[in-house]
Every structure is written in C-alpha cells, then in structure tokens.
C-alpha cells in the first residue's frame, strides 16, 4: 500500500515536472444573492411536485397539524430537537416502523433551487436514517433560514460535516428519460414555509 | 516514459468503426437513444439558460480544476490528512487491478458475501463487480439504470443512465424474467417498473452491511465526500451499512468546500437538465458508528496529466453533456466506444487512460463538430484534444495508406511544374466512371475513400490548361 502510495505521488511530480502555475480563480458570477425570495422558493419546490404551505410564525403547529391530517397520519417521528410548538408530544412517536413520516426543521434552503438543506449533527434534524426510511417527510423552513442562490447555502454551510440536500421527493429518470417521483428516498416531500 | 500494464479491459473494445456498424443497424436503439438524448438536451438547455452567470461559472469550474491539477500532488496530501485526521482509512492504487484487489480485500476481510453499490464510474472502470464476483462477493447495484444492466448482463451505454439504450418493454420483460418475487403481471410504466425496484431493493438496504461508493468530489482541506444522486439508493448505502468504501479517481479533488458553490451549479442543471438534482450527500470522516475507507485510484490519471494538451481532460465531472449532445453518440450509442467512458469524453478520456497505442480508434469517432465544446460546464476543448490525439495516433502506428498518399501529395504540390504535370496524369481517371460520370468504387487501398463515398469524375480539362488558353 506504502509502495502505491508513494508511486502515484512520484507519477503526479514526474507529470508535472515543468509545473504549470496554478491559474487564478476568477470568481465574477453572483456571489451573495442575500435572503432568499419566499414564492420563487415555494414555486421552486412545487416544480419537483413537493407539497408547500405558507403560514405564519403563530401558525405552525396548527399547519403542521392540518398537513398531517391531510396525510391520514395520527402519529409522527421527530428530530428530537423539534420544538413542542410544532410537533404536540400527543402526536409524537418513536417507532419508526409504525410512525408513517418525519417531522424535521432544517438548516438552510435555497429559493433559486428549492433545496433544503439539513445538518445531521443539528439535534432538530436528526440522524440521517431519520429522513430516509419513512415514505414521508415533512419539513418546517423558516423565513431567515431561506437565501438566494446556491453559495449562499454553500457559505452557511462551512464546517456542517454531515449533510444531506434535498430538492423534492425522490426521483428518476433511468427509463426513457421520464421522471418518476419516489423510488427509495421519501416519496412525498411537504414543506411548511413560516413568513 | 510512465510504465502501463495492460490496459484496463473496461476502457477499450473492439476497433470503433467495426462496433458502429452494428449498432447502427439496431433500429430499436437508435430509436431510444435519439428519444432520450432530445429529452435530455432540451431539459439542459432550459435550465441552463435560466442562469444569467453560466458563463462565469464555467470559467470558474474549469480554473478551479486546472488549479487543482497543478498542484494535484499537495491536494492529494492535504486530503489524505484530512480523511485520516477523521478516523478514515486512505489506501492507494497504481492501476484497475490494484484498485480491485484493494477493495476486495477490504471486503472479504469483514466476512460478508455481498455488498450494496451506489452507482460509481470509478468502480465500473477498475472493474469491481468481476473481481469482488471472483472472490465470492455479489455486488448487488442499487442505482436503477445499473440495476437494469445488471439484471441483462448487459454493458452500460450512458455515463448517467447507463441503461438508456433500453425501452420500457424491454426492463418489463428483464424484469418479469430476473428480479426476484416481482409481479408476473408487472405493466411498462415507468412508475410501476421503479416501484419494482424499491421493493426490491429495500430489502438488500436494510440486511447488506457493506457498501462501495464512488464520489463526484473530494473537498482537500476538509476531508469532506459528496456523491450527488437522484433517487435516495445513494443515501441508503451511505447511511445504513456499517462499512463504507469509497473508490475515488485522483483528479476528483476540490481544493476548498467553497468551491462547492461553483460545481453544485455546474453538474446537476448539465447532467439531468435540473436545476437541482433530488439528492446530494456530504460526509467528512466515519458518520454514526461506521467504518470508513476511501481508496484513490491512478489508473491512467498521471498519464494523462503529464501531457499538457491532454490532461484538461481530467477536468471532466462526468456530467453527460457531451455524450446527450454528440451527433456520433446519438446514432451509435455508447457501446460502440468499448470503453465505460462513451461520447466525446470517452474518445478524449480512454485513450489517455490506457495509452493511445492501446486505443487506436477513439479519437476518429467524432465529426469534429464541437458541440461537445459548448456544452462542457468545465469548458473541455474535446474537438482540438481529438485532433491532438488523432496526430498521437498517428506519430505511434506505421504509415497507413493515407499517410502515404499524403506524403506523395506534398511531394508534388512542392514544385509547380510537377503539380502540373500530376494534374494532367489525373485525367487517365477518365477512363473509370464513365457511365454515371462518377467513381463508385476503387481497388484496395482507394477503396477506402470509396467504400463510403463517390469520387467525382475527373474533368477532361485541367483549370491550370483552361486558364493558358484564355
């Protein structure tokens, strides 16, 4: 192992034995696009076909709530970080096999792409299995949580060492080009925007 | 000169020209393909357009690679300290073979007798499933274009969907014939034949625990791995085994997370034409109790980097632009190239990687019509590096009958008398061709010319002679 370590180290010298200067960066596309607009994200996000609901900072736990019910869900998993207000502890579950979704806040999300973006070290987003095995997660966004553009989210993120980004529910495109929503991620994404 | 083994078998085939044929004559083929890469095309274009800085990002990604590539030796370092100060293990590979035997070992070394895999290129290049199959492993793909291939013992044809020469009858059949426990009655819909496959494949998620995985980038200051997916199978593997190990090209490397910014732009709205693909992973070191292995692979890399016209090649994110937007690729599909790197990219890549010597035919496969150049979001000047190559051939292999006609042609357009006189000489041409006014066929080694296009008549007068006597 030693030994193709240090030949592949000696091939890259060899190959770059008349060292070409390394070339300048230049980094003139948008930088910092700021807050990130609320209905380009939540038209964003409808284009993968997620479900969204705008509602207020006073609204959440009854959007949540409405969302669920909608769904026919009686019980919910949650990251454990997530607060009262938005999951009662009377729908609250810990099995995950009997629970049919997810509950889980973020940690930033982009308007331009509609992603979402959770940090799987944040205490109310959860391990990353939490987001993945049930057909169903829903998600709560928060206004100052949304920027513009791809190095915005990029930029917040610095230092998040386990990510996931998600843009819409699961999907493919493998036969024939034709994109089918859900194959092994959850199959329906719903996102609850607080203004 | 850099020492190669035999070439990687999954990086040459059969003499180009002589593969083409064949799938050219495969209507059905040609069918699907020119569906998908139209879809595809005008996907990409879309969004593509919705960005007002596409070009600036472009020129970033490609400065970003090249700066990487300049300095790939301190990158390299920087990573390894990096995964290693995580709690990663970092193994090295000269070659394919390497490559296999490293992570074979590291498989059979946990006692399991199979392995879930998130769709890989570096893996389909070094060969894995083969050599984990010889061992007694069974790599099972969870990618569902890989699966398809899988299941038809078949090749792939598509860097991103490797399955896109198949039609929806086609994976119903496959599938009603080789997945396990599906429904007989199983329709084509695209929806219900994905619905398959998660069931299928759920199982093996939750009971395999060991999974291989490539990765789109390696971020060298942090250690951080991002593999970017589609459909939630790369999550699974990710996530769920206990064992992870990651094959890695050198040429994978990103110097900062905040180049990021650049590529995370760059790939998804080239590859599927979204503006951002379903999922993207990141982890830096083992996550949640798993063991985590990381093997970086040579195979060719420094080979290519050592030739200053060709090593920009090595810039490629394997996004598939080039091979949807390829008028070759269109109509011969991917296995016509032999290589697991198809299209344009393929016929720049493969050759390099195995030594044009060993990959004669690749840089011919394209009408230098440069929209592979356009469409490249890391900027790749595949139509010159084809030229380039071509000439490489050339330099490498005898004299062919072509280099010889052009030898004798340079030796009489070098003096004007003898031009002359080799003009009026072609006029005996005349005596072919008569009845059509055109030359159908000539006698080894013309035929070459002619067995794919007419040779017009030569004129009775020369225009030099028409010009002395006006």
């Not at chain 1, 009997?98 to 982009?110: D, F, N, Q, S």
């Not at chain 2, 970003?64 to 193994?91: C, P, Y």
């Not at chain 2, 044809?157 to 020469?165: C, D, E, F, M, T």
């Not at chain 2, 971020?219 to 992870?244: I, Y």
């Amino acid at each position: 192992m030693s030994t193709a370590r240090a030949e592949v180290l000696r091939r890259v010298r060899a190959a770059l034995a008349h060292r070409p200067p390394a070339p300048d960066v230049p980094r003139d596309y948008r930088r910092s696009g700021g807050p990130g607009d609320l209905d380009l994200f939540a038209d964003r996000l409808r284009d993968y076909r997620a479900r969204v609901r705008l509602t207020t900072p006073d609204e959440v736990t009854a959007a949540v709530v409405a969302a669920l019910r909608e769904r026919g869900l009686r019980q919910v998993v949650a990251a454990p970080g997530v607060p009262a207000a938005w999951v009662p502890d009377d729908i609250r579950s810990d099995d995950h096999h009997t629970a049919g979704g997810v509950v889980t806040a973020c940690h930033v999300a982009i308007a331009e792409t509609g992603t979402i973006v959770l940090d799987h070290d944040a205490r109310d987003q959860g391990a990353r299995a939490l987001t993945l095995l049930p057909d169903y997660h829903l998600v709560v966004v928060r206004r100052e949580q949304v920027v513009a553009g791809v190095p915005d989210a990029v930029a917040a993120l610095a230092g998040v060492r386990t990510q996931t980004w998600v843009s819409g529910p699961s999907a493919t495109s493998d036969i024939e080009l034709e994109r089918v929503e859900g194959v092994h991620g959850p199959r329906t994404l719903e996102v609850v925007v607080v203004r | 000169m850099t020492f190669l083994g035999m070439p990687s078998r999954n990086l040459v085939g059969e003499p180009f020209p002589r593969a083409a044929r064949a799938a050219l004559g495969n209507a059905q083929l040609r069918r699907n393909l020119a569906k998908a890469t139209g879809t595809i095309r005008a996907k990409r274009a879309s969004v593509v357009a919705e960005v007002p800085d596409w070009a600036g990002l472009r020129a970033a990604g490609a400065a970003i690679k090249d700066a990487v590539l300049a300095d790939l030796d301190t990158h390299l370092l920087r990573l390894e300290e990096a995964l290693t100060a995580r709690g990663t293990t970092v193994h090295w590979a000269r070659d394919a073979e390497e490559a296999a035997r490293v992570v074979t070992e590291l498989v059979t070394a946990t006692g399991t007798t199979e392995v879930i895999k998130v769709k890989s290129m570096a893996t389909a290049e070094i060969g894995l499933n083969d050599a984990l199959a010889a061992a007694g492993v069974r790599a099972v793909e969870t990618d569902l274009a890989e699966l398809i291939v899988q299941l038809g013992d078949d090749r792939p044809s598509h860097i991103l969907v490797p399955a896109i020469h198949r039609g929806r009858a086609e994976i119903r059949d496959l599938f009603r014939r080789e997945m396990p426990g599906v429904d007989p009655d199983l329709p084509d819909d695209p929806a219900a034949l994905a619905e398959a496959a998660r069931r299928y494949l759920r199982h093996k998620f939750t009971t395999v625990d060991v999974a291989i995985s490539g990765a789109n980038f390696a971020v060298a200051d942090s250690g951080a791995l991002v593999v970017v997916e589609s459909e939630g199978n790369g999550r699974m593997c990710l996530t769920l085994p206990r064992t992870l190990i990651s094959v890695v090209g050198i040429e994978k490397l990103v110097p900062t997370w905040q180049d990021l910014e650049v590529f995370l732009q760059l790939l998804p709205r080239s590859s599927t034409g979204e503006r951002m693909n379903p999922y993207t992973s990141v982890w830096t070191g083992p996550t949640e109790g798993q063991t985590s292995h990381v093997v970086l692979v040579d195979n060719g890399r420094t080979a290519t980097l050592a030739d200053p016209r060709g090593r920009a090649a090595l810039r490629c994110i394997r996004c598939s632009a080039c091979l949807n937007s390829c008028p070759v690729y269109e109509r011969t599909g991917g296995h016509a190239y032999g290589s697991v790197y198809p299209g344009p990219i393929g016929a720049v890549l493969s050759p390099q990687l195995t030594g044009v010597r060993h990959n004669k035919t690749l840089p011919f496969a394209s009408s230098l019509c440069g929209v592979c150049y356009d469409v490249c979001p890391v900027a790749i000047d595949i139509p010159s590096m084809l030229v380039h190559l071509r000439g490489e051939v050339a330099r490498t292999t005898a004299p062919n009958a072509e280099s010889a006609a052009m030898r004798a042609l340079a030796w009489a357009m070098s003096d004007s008398r003898r031009w002359a006189r080799a003009l009026r000489a072609g006029r005996l041409g005349r005596a072919l061709g008569r009845r059509r006014d055109r030359i159908g066929r000539l006698p080894p080694p013309l035929s070459a010319w002619t067995d794919a296009r007419d040779l017009p008549r030569p004129p009775r007068q020369t225009f030099r002679d028409w010009w002395e006597t006006r």
